[in-house]
């Protein structure tokens, strides 16, 4: 089944966007003092807790 030329142009978009993102996430990880990646890693139960609230709320 062949993907039409729209299909590959978005996939292709797509793949460079989530390079890109990983790109960045890993180099802010890397850069990051130890400390703050620990404090980040603990908040991120109520970061999520907090946003499951805000979800049911709507």
Known sequence: MPIDPYTAAMLTVLC????????VCMTAILRAHR???VAVVRALPELAATLLRWRRRR
Do not use: I, K, P
């Not at 460079?16 to 790109?23: G, I, Q, S």
């Open 16 to 23: 460079v966007a989530l390079v890109c993102a990983t790109a």
């Open 35 to 37: 400390s703050d990646v």
